[in-house]
């Protein structure tokens, strides 16, 4: 199954009430991924509505124990997905199975501890922690943990209540109530959590839900090394207290949390994670609203018009061109445009590299057989196909540079034009670092815009 014809879906790997999550390849990037997707048989207004806002607070966060997310778009039959990064190893609840290193264990809840401490920074509660939602990754021998799902995630403001979230096994006591909800509300998911992971059976088990949401109200939890002795007793404490029922008992941050752990004497590192972290990207764009709006004004009447509109964001360097630009592309994907993003520092090295890669993107996502192609531009096709890598540059089988950006530019109009007439959409194309472009790059884009 090929999904907006690029995405090559080669297996189901995660179901929930009205999505389904595919591991796939990318026919543009040649990367695996994974995508979400909106089942089409019985999703709301409502559930689509909270699947975008999904994609847009994941777009605006940017922390490495945070999954991430790529694109957004439509399937054929108009369902709605967006990709991420795939994490092989699976769950935190399936990798854990067979595990007993208590070290490497409290690594991983401080993983978790750093997303959930920056998340609450930003003021978004997580509302939905279990160790299904908590991803492994290994890189260089190292194991990582990263939090997924956010689709229950919800700003918190002082003074409001919360809708009841989470599911049933680690839903804290207000949240049952429904009572005004904070980060200490994540915080008691987590030591539910951390108690299945560890004693290999849910805080609570009884024969119903309805029993179980009451025990989570009434009765006191049990101790963790009842179920696994391993478990050394200033951990038990620390899931004691995090499992409080009223949440002033409990700790007050993630933070704070992790203080606690570096009291711990078995663990084998000290942990930071300070008060403020760096929003690296988050909150409204001060004094930029007005260059993105205007953006989308022109985006707008572009493709009222079936037009093209460049813009250049000019600008000294750190002070947030790209970050307007992610903006902009972020609703734009929402709003169902295809969008391409090249970085000009990726093909630095070759001088016509980013021409030949904005041709590939564009072409592999097409029905070749649908647009005529002359015999020359069908042998060029083919070989650049064929000689697929960044590094190795087919410009030169042509002795005139003109005739080789004439027969790029004939190409890249009849891709697009088939790509337009395909999807009923617009297209947008991204050139990242333009200062870092080669001149022949720069020379072709000029080309481009004014022919």
Request: some cysteine.
């Amino acid at each position: 199954m090929l999904i907006d014809k690029r995405y090559f879906v080669e297996k189901l790997i995660g179901e929930g009430g009205s999505s389904r999550v595919y591991r796939v390849l990318d026919k543009v990037s040649g990367r695996v991924l994974a995508l979400k997707q909106l089942q089409v048989e019985n999703y709301s207004d409502e559930d689509r509505f909270s699947f975008e806002q999904e994609f847009l607070r994941l777009k605006k966060l940017a922390h490495p124990n945070i999954i991430k997310v790529y694109d957004y778009g439509f399937a054929e039959n108009a369902q709605p997905y967006f990709t991420m990064n795939y994490y092989p190893l699976g769950n935190f609840a399936r990798w854990w199975q067979g595990r007993s290193d208590i070290d490497l264990f409290v690594k991983l809840i401080v993983d978790v501890l750093s997303a959930l401490q920056y998340l609450h920074e930003q003021g978004v509660l997580f509302r939905d922690l279990k160790p299904a939602n908590i991803l492994i990754e290994e890189k260089d021998g190292e194991f990582r943990a990263v939090l997924s799902d956010f689709g229950l995630a919800q700003e918190f403001l002082e003074g409001t209540q919360n809708s009841r979230a989470g599911s049933y096994h680690y839903v804290s006591p207000e949240a049952i109530r429904n009572w005004q909800l904070d980060p200490r509300s994540d915080l008691y998911s987590l030591g539910a959590t951390m108690f299945e992971l560890l004693a290999g059976r849910p805080v609570f088990e009884k024969e119903s839900v309805r029993d179980v949401l009451l025990a989570h109200l009434n009765e006191k939890p049990e101790r963790v090394r009842k179920f696994n002795q391993i478990v050394p007793f200033q951990l038990d404490d620390l899931i004691q207290k995090l499992l409080s029922k009223k949440p002033e008992e409990r700790f007050r941050s993630a933070a704070e949390v992790v203080e606690e752990i570096n009291r711990f004497k078995f663990v084998s590192r000290k942990y930071h994670l300070p008060d403020k972290l760096v929003r690296l990207w988050s909150g409204s764009f001060v004094g930029r609203n007005e260059v993105v709006e205007e953006m989308h004004r022109l985006a707008d009447e572009a493709s009222r018009e079936r037009a093209l509109r460049t813009f250049v964001i000019q600008g000294d360097h750190g002070v947030g061109k790209t970050r307007i630009v992610r903006e902009f592309v972020t609703r734009r994907q929402v709003l169902g445009n295809g969008v391409f993003w090249f970085s000009c520092s990726d093909f630095h090295d070759v001088p016509n590299g980013l021409i030949l890669e904005l041709l590939r993107a564009v072409g592999v996502t097409v029905r070749m057989e649908e647009i005529e192609l002359t015999a020359e531009e069908e042998e060029f096709w083919r070989f650049l196909l064929i000689h697929s890598e960044k590094n190795w540059d087919v410009s030169i089988r042509f002795n005139d540079i003109t005739h080789f950006f004439d027969i790029c530019l004939d190409l890249f109009k009849k891709f697009v034009a088939a790509s337009v007439e395909e999807n009923r959409t617009p297209l947008i194309f991204v050139f990242d670092d333009l200062q870092e472009a080669s001149l022949q790059a720069m020379e072709f884009l000029r080309y481009l815009v004014y022919r």
